[in-house]
């Protein structure tokens, strides 16, 4: 501002000369004053990145403890598992998780304030983790406080996954709703909700019509199908692979179901994510790829070339025995499954012959570094081939190691 200053001063002395030679300049030089300000400050703003940088906004939601319907088991965790993910890919992320924040009012008034937030916003996402029901094709999100003699009072009672929708609909690149509600109908056994002739869902959601263009709705489940909650796991198996997803580097969002599908597969979960809607940016990614190194495209898991042959009969060296599962060296790369017990937790999974050809995406290591890997770990993604089939699955570590 002392250049400001300084200009106004010597501005003041040529207004004085001026004015001896009976010129009345204090209105042109008011102007150019005021014209230099204005300059300056342009000048100033963009010298130091005066436009504003692109915004990324999350609403993330839990929903476990009915008031008046069956409590849930994961739905907080996942809603802490999803909001982690995103504030690491650079998301202003407001997470709801108290009671007092997810009844009716408090789910109505937040939406309303994400919504203006998520207006001009390079991309923005809402994730709803909780019961919901269908009704004659529309899907509601519950909130805790949720009562609902018959369905006709979920209109003053709940949200329509359409409000949530609209919510996202300002940002620019990228708009997504999560609905990991994929459950059972917590009303079906309700006398007021058997009658009456209406289409009413007893389990999953159903596939909606009538959104924006280049607004997504990502469900966990198909419609009328349930999503599984994990079986006591720290997160459910749909919260977890979105997590891992959204944190992977260069995942083309257009591939993110085919990611999650993926996923599923591997886990066994026979659960299969239902996607509605196109991305506005089929190429945009929540953590942009390295410089130099091109977007990852998933691969859908029925069309992969296989990469390996099964070898003719197995290597006779070093086999490595560890949770059940005995591998040895494969004749060419990778590592074959040369036994495998039947309580080990991944019988089922794996078959004696199998050849694991990749881990983590890398040519596996000998099969004691791959169990010391699982160990410190906890997990390894690993890609089998079976007779000419590639599958992928995830080696998680077993909770009970009796046979280290």
């Known amino acids: 501002m002392w250049v400001i200053r300084k200009l106004e001063r010597s501005a003041g002395e040529k207004s004085a000369a001026w004015f001896h030679h009976g010129l009345d300049t204090r209105f042109f030089v008011a102007a150019a004053v005021g014209g230099l300000r204005v300059l300056l400050l342009v000048l100033l703003l963009g010298g130091s990145g005066g436009v504003a940088q692109a915004r990324r906004v999350a609403l993330v939601i839990g929903i476990e403890k009915y008031s008046h319907v069956a409590p849930l088991t994961n739905p907080e965790k996942d809603a802490r598992r999803i909001a982690g993910a995103l504030g690491r890919a650079q998301f202003e992320v407001t997470l709801l998780v108290k009671p007092a924040e997810v009844t009716r009012l408090g789910l109505v008034s937040a939406l309303r304030t994400f919504r203006d937030k998520a207006e001009g916003a390079e991309a923005a996402v809402i994730y709803y983790a909780g019961h919901g029901v269908e009704v004659e094709g529309k899907n509601w999100v519950l909130p805790i406080d949720v009562e609902a003699d018959r369905p006709a009072d979920l209109q003053d009672n709940a949200i329509p996954t359409g409000r949530l929708m609209d919510a996202v609909s300002g940002a620019q690149d990228m708009r997504l709703v999560v609905m990991d509600a994929c459950r059972d109908n917590p009303f079906a056994m309700a006398s007021g909700w058997s009658a009456g002739g209406r289409s009413i869902g ?71 994510p239902d996607l509605q809607g196109i991305f506005a940016n089929a190429d945009w990614q929540f953590a942009p790829a390295a410089a130099g190194q091109g977007a990852v495209v998933a691969p859908a898991p029925v069309k992969l070339a296989p990469i390996l042959a099964v070898p003719k009969q197995a290597a006779p060296a070093l086999p490595v025995s560890m949770f059940g599962l005995t591998l040895q060296p494969a004749d060419g790369p990778g590592l074959i499954v040369s036994a495998i017990a039947a309580g080990s937790p991944y019988a089922g999974k794996m078959q004696r012959g199998d050849v694991i050809a990749r881990v983590n995406g890398a040519q596996p290591p000998d099969p004691n570094a791959l169990f010391a890997l699982i160990r410190r770990e906890g997990t390894a993604e690993v890609l089998l081939n079976r007779n000419g089939r590639s599958i992928f699955m995830t080696m998680n570590l077993p909770q009970e190691r009796g046979d280290e």
């Open 202 to 272: 007893t389990r999953g959601l159903a596939r909606e019509t009538g959104s924006d263009i280049g607004s997504v709705l990502l469900m966990a489940a198909q419609p009328g199908q349930k999503a599984s909650d994990g079986a006591g796991q720290t997160n459910s198996p749909f919260a977890n692979l979105l997590a891992q997803a959204i944190e992977m580097p260069g995942l083309r969002i257009s591939s993110l179901p085919t990611q999650l599908l993926r996923g599923m597969r591997s886990l066994g979960v026979d659960q299969a």
